[in-house]
């Protein structure tokens, strides 16, 4: 071995254990707080899962902020990433479809609503995937917080698992379990609570607006509560939000955290399996 030599695989050791006493001193699971030298560090250390948290920008009733989807799927993402201990969190994808612009239908009616089509949604998660496995990353999550576009995520993860076919090492998972864990087992834990399913709504209705008032109360306009008697679906929300509180919602949180690390396991284990 030449000097040469030698100095040059100094200055990369040097390198690699800078970059990874760095990641150490950043605890951070959220890729927009790590530089580019702390995620490769990651991954070579075998952070390869990333978490690609799916929002959308809608309205949610006159009580809660068009933003709902975007915080609450990033602060759910993070502590499931923080369980997992091997992934980080990918930026919030807020752009989703929420049905047609010209007429305007379902939450479009209403301003602030933001809606792309279908195929570019799809697009988009095609290309985020592709983007992550060229950096090294073996599994890329898809976590969508919201009902309308579950199956869109199906298809985009079905379509990249295709072109991947030579590299089973490699997949997209369309975590369903995800949103379904906000769905029946959290409605159980309510109705168990002694709330009706009037009460729990489908949208901005108890359920909703407890989620939100346990991870970001910010969002909710507590003062406005009382008026949910007043309110109905010509208004945006299906169900009453009066007697939302944190209590109840972080009873939602941590359904959709331990289904939500449970199902990505599963599926992790599944695509390591030869």
């Known amino acids: 071995m030449t000097w040469l030599t030698a100095a040059t695989r100094c200055v990369a050791y040097f390198a690699i254990g800078w970059a990874g006493l760095a990641v150490a001193a950043n605890p951070s699971v ?17 952070s390869t899962t ?22 609450r799927v990033k602060f759910l993402a993070g502590q499931i990433a923080k369980r997992l201990g091997n992934a980080v969190v990918a930026p919030v994808l807020g752009y989703v479809p929420e049905g047609a612009i010209f007429p305007p239908v379902a939450h479009m009616r209403f301003q602030g609503t933001i809606s792309i089509p279908e195929a570019t949604f799809e697009s988009l998660l095609e290309a985020t995937a592709k983007s992550f496995k060229q950096h090294g990353f073996r599994d890329v999550v898809f976590l969508g917080d919201h009902g309308g576009y579950q199956k869109n995520e199906a298809r985009a993860a079905d379509k990249v698992n295709k072109a991947w076919a030579a590299d089973p090492q490699t997949r997209a998972h369309a975590v369903a379990a995800f949103y379904a864990a906000a769905q029946a087992p959290y409605i159980q834990a309510l109705r168990n609570k002694g709330h009706s399913d009037a009460e729990i709504g489908t949208h901005a209705g108890l359920a909703d607006t407890s989620l939100m008032l346990a991870i970001d109360k910010s969002l909710v306009r507590t ?19 009066r007697k939302s509180s944190a209590e109840l919602g972080q009873i939602g949180v941590q359904i ?10 599963e599926a992790i284990q599944r695509r390591a399996v030869p």
Not at 30 to 46: H, I, K, M, N, P
Not at 51 to 71: C, D, F, S
Not at 223 to 241: F, I, R
């Open 30 to 46: 959220f890729l927009e707080d790590l530089t580019s030298t702390e995620v490769r560090a990651l991954v070579a250390a075998g």
């Open 50 to 71: 990333v978490l690609i948290p799916i929002g959308g920008t809608e309205q949610n009733g006159p009580h809660m902020a068009l933003g709902k989807h975007n915080v």
């Open 256 to 265: 959709i955290v331990d289904k939500s690390v449970r199902a990505i396991q």
């Open 223 to 241: 003062d406005m509560l009382a008026e949910g008697a007043k309110t109905s679906s010509a208004d945006g929300v299906y169900g009453d939000p």
